[in-house]
């Protein structure tokens, strides 16, 4: 069965840390890009980062810039969302997802979706 499982989300107060985990099976996760993103009661989903087969490329949206990093680690199947700085408008349900292809690119659309964790920051 191909899919991805989120895990680590939770309640922090603003200025906290989590980190979220993202386990792949059933896809060759090692060639996969992987993307993570996130979406709060009434607002629209958005990519928050991705990162390529070989972490060599990654992507963040400008809003988490300098407070959330992805990273992977391909023996474990695993990616990996770092959030530090957490502010309350962080707040959301993360997804990950995994891209038909090996990099970050429009031309690879992400094809398989987690079921979320979800991510509170208090103020």
């Known amino acids: 069965q191909v899919q991805v499982v989120e895990s680590g989300g939770g309640l922090v107060q603003a200025g906290g840390s989590l980190r979220l985990s993202c386990t792949a099976s059933?896809?060759?996760?090692?060639?996969?890009?992987m993307g993570w993103f996130r979406q709060a009661p009434g607002k629209e989903r958005e990519e928050v980062s991705c990162i390529s087969w070989h972490s060599f490329t990654t992507y963040y949206t400008d809003s988490v810039k300098g407070r959330f990093t992805i990273s992977r680690d391909n023996a474990k199947n695993t990616a990996y969302l770092q959030m530090n700085s957490l502010k309350p408008e962080d707040t959301a349900m993360y997804f990950c997802?995994?891209?038909?292809?090996?990099?970050?690119?429009?031309?690879?659309?992400?094809?398989?979706w987690g079921q979320g964790t979800q991510v509170t920051v208090s103020s």
């Open positions: 059933g896809l060759a996760f090692g060639t996969t890009a």
């Open positions: 997802a995994a891209r038909a292809g090996s990099r970050c690119s429009p031309e690879y659309n992400y094809v398989i």
